[in-house]
T-cell receptor
Framework: GAVVSQHPSWVICKSGTSVKIECRSLDFQATTMFWYRQFPKQSLMLMATSNEGSKATYEQGVEKDKFLINHASLTLSTLTVTSAHPEDSSFYIC???????????????FGPGTRLTVT | GQNIDQPTEMTATEGAIVQINCTYQTSGFNGLFWYQQHAGEAPTFLSYNVLDGLEEKGRFSSFLSRSKGYSYLLLKELQMKDSASYLCAVLDSNYQLIWGAGTKLIIKP
């Protein structure tokens, strides 16, 4: 149980276009989801925390108008990279907080990640 | 500020034992996680410690000392597939995960 899927697994887009990444919890309800970015040989960097039905909370330095997050249901959160540029090329990973009673407290289940390349 | 330190890289031999250390200074503490991450993949959960002491789970064990702000992950009977990055993460007072930079473990035959 506690599976998180992410789509697409990789995407190549041209500079100036927008890309949408989907994150789904397949067998549990996730009131809280997280979006991370990871550059090569670096650790995870939290971009934003997404709560179902409310606005996402962005970390300092992350442009909320560039990285649009929508968490409209208990099983789906989306990240849209708007007007992408080559420096946005990275590995984007989502995670969902587990359900109380089913998992370790506040454990996060990770999606497989999306590799974005902007040309 | 919040800080988590772990070695950047370690090398060990197949069949041996390796210990990966993690020290932390965070605003509050609600537990410490260890995750394994293979190159190009998402992290997978290994362990969670909130009380002092050693938690053993098969070939992997994790230790915590809250008074020292210290944890380690112990891997026994190393296998080639254990080559990966190991991430230490602390749940702070706001229940946010604070991540270490990860330790790249290289296993040699």
């Amino acid at each position: 149980g506690a599976v998180v899927s992410q789509h697409p697994s990789w995407v190549i887009c041209k500079s100036g276009t927008s890309v949408k990444i989907e994150c789904r919890s397949l067998d549990f309800q996730a009131t809280t989801m997280f979006w991370y970015r990871q550059f090569p040989k670096q650790s995870l960097m939290l971009m934003a925390t997404s709560n179902e039905g409310s606005k996402a909370t962005y970390e300092q330095g992350v442009e909320k108008d560039k990285f649009l997050i929508n968490h409209a249901s208990l099983t789906l959160s989306t990240l849209t990279v708007t007007s992408a540029h080559p420096e946005d090329s990275s590995f984007y990973i989502c995670s969902a907080r587990g359900e109380p009673g089913r998992t370790e407290p506040y454990e996060q289940y990770f999606g497989p990640g999306t590799r974005l390349t902007v040309t | 500020g919040q800080n988590i330190d772990q070695p950047t890289e370690m090398t060990a031999t197949e069949g041996a034992i390796v210990q990966i250390n993690c020290t932390y200074q965070t605003s509050g503490f609600n537990g410490l996680f260890w995750y394994q991450q293979h190159a190009g993949e998402a992290p997978t959960f290994l362990s969670y410690n909130v009380l002092d002491g050693l938690e053993e789970k098969g070939r992997f064990s994790s230790f915590l000392s809250r008074s020292k702000g210290y944890s380690y992950l112990l891997l026994k009977e190393l296998q080639m597939k254990d080559s990966a990055s190991y991430l230490c993460a602390v749940l702070d007072s706001n229940y946010q995960l604070i991540w270490g930079a990860g330790t790249k473990l290289i296993i040699k035959p």
